[in-house]
């Protein structure tokens, strides 16, 4: 069955460009939250989708990062003129609306040079 | 970002012993996750903790939710290789959609 797909794997990038990452969730799930993990460290929250809205921005860390879904489904996270420190494995994450359970994908890996 | 203090960082240990780890929070949590990651994958739910002082198994793993909804515990019996990997607790605040992770324990299995 699908799970959660993410892409690209991975992206190396230079500083001051911007990047888009995507997920595709699992079909039917309403809820879809997106983290960021440096290497060695836990799981960062960033934003957190309910259908096609956002309730809780409160993990992004900085205005150069945003994130929006569309039809309930597909989300991307953009990354503005990044950094060197934006480098991580961003991992998304979707669930049924009010489970516990979130399925995550396999991450994409981004590499600011 | 904001974690959860996870302990221990890592440990190696003998294939059949068994493992604990544990995490503990200044803030109280109405939910307590614990995840496995394999490399290069995502997360994988391991046990859901949902009440204070409720202990739960799969299989060769028990968890409990700490009477205080401050800490949580994982145990582990028996080991094998497979084992291997990095473990993170995550507790979900009260009325709100965010999950807070744990900075995780590598486990090393040596057969």
């Known amino acids: 069955g699908a799970g959660v797909s993410q892409s690209p794997s991975n992206k190396v990038t230079e500083k001051g460009k911007d990047v888009e990452l995507r997920c595709d969730p699992i079909?039917?799930?309403?809820?879809l939250y997106w983290y960021r993990q440096s290497l060695g460290q836990g799981l960062e929250f960033l934003i957190y989708?309910?259908?096609?809205?956002?309730?809780?921005k409160s993990g992004l860390p900085s205005d150069r990062f945003s994130a929006e879904r569309t039809g309930g489904s597909v989300s991307t996270l953009t990354i503005q003129r990044t950094q060197q420190e934006d480098s991580a494995v961003y991992l998304c994450?979707?669930?049924?609306?009010?489970?516990?359970?979130?399925?995550f994908g396999p991450g994409t890996r981004l590499t600011v040079l | 970002g904001q974690q959860l203090n996870q302990s221990p960082q890592s440990m190696f240990i003998q294939e059949g012993e068994d493992v604990s780890m544990n995490c503990t929070s200044s803030?109280?949590?109405?939910?307590w996750l614990w995840y496995k990651q394999d490399p290069g994958e995502g997360p994988v739910l391991l046990i859901a903790?949902?009440?204070?002082?409720e202990l739960t198994s799969n299989g060769r793993l028990t968890a409990q939710f700490g009477i205080t909804r401050k800490d949580s515990f994982l145990n582990i019996s028996a080991s094998i290789p497979s084992d291997v990997g990095i473990y993170f607790c995550?507790?979900?605040?009260?009325?709100?959609?965010?999950?807070?992770f744990g900075t995780g324990t590598r486990l090393k299995v040596l057969a």
């Open positions: 079909s039917g799930h309403t809820a």
């Open positions: 803030s109280i949590f109405n939910t």
């Open positions: 903790l949902y009440k204070a002082g």
């Open positions: 989708f309910q259908g096609n809205s956002a309730p809780d």
């Open positions: 994450a979707s669930s049924f609306e009010g489970r516990n359970e979130q399925f």
């Open positions: 995550a507790g979900q605040y009260p009325g709100t959609y965010k999950y807070i």
